[in-house]
Nanobody, 122 residues
Framework: QVQLVESGGGLVQPGGSLKLSCAASGATLDYYAISWFRQAPGKEREGVSCIDSGDSRTYYADSVKGRFTISRDSAKNTVYLQMNSLKPEDTAVYYC???????????????WGQGTQVTVSS
């Protein structure tokens, strides 16, 4: 089964950028839909973006549309989330997950990374 490891989180000022990575081992990410989720303290886990297997179609939550970009590098077996124009409300632990369905429903994903903290603050 695929194992996922996120990296790239950190502290950034409002308006800044970060690029998160989701590196896989044990399987080829191209075969799976990969989604990014985030969870802030006291809040439910929220779907952020998804990239499908095969045609790599993408989807973004309204809260990040136009600011975040999801992409896949097959050679590196890695999915990225480029986050621009970051806002304090983007502060959360970000998780990537692998599944068989192009979706932002957490229950449909069977493999999760450990998460990476993103903090947007001045």
């Amino acid at each position: 089964q695929v194992q996922l490891v996120e990296s790239g989180g950190g502290l950034v000022q409002p308006g800044g950028s970060l690029k998160l990575s989701c590196a896989a081992s044990g399987a080829t990410l191209d075969y799976y839909a990969i989604s990014w989720f985030r969870q802030a303290p006291g809040k439910e886990r929220e779907g952020v973006s998804c990239i499908d297997s095969g045609d790599s179609r993408t989807y973004y939550a309204d809260s990040v549309k136009g600011r975040f970009t999801i992409s896949r590098d097959s050679a590196k077996n890695t999915v990225y989330l480029q986050m621009n124009s970051l806002k304090p409300e983007d502060t959360a632990v970000y998780y990537c997950a692998a599944g068989d369905v192009w979706s932002l429903v957490p229950g449909l994903f069977f493999s999760w990374g450990q998460g990476t903290q993103v903090t947007v603050s001045s």
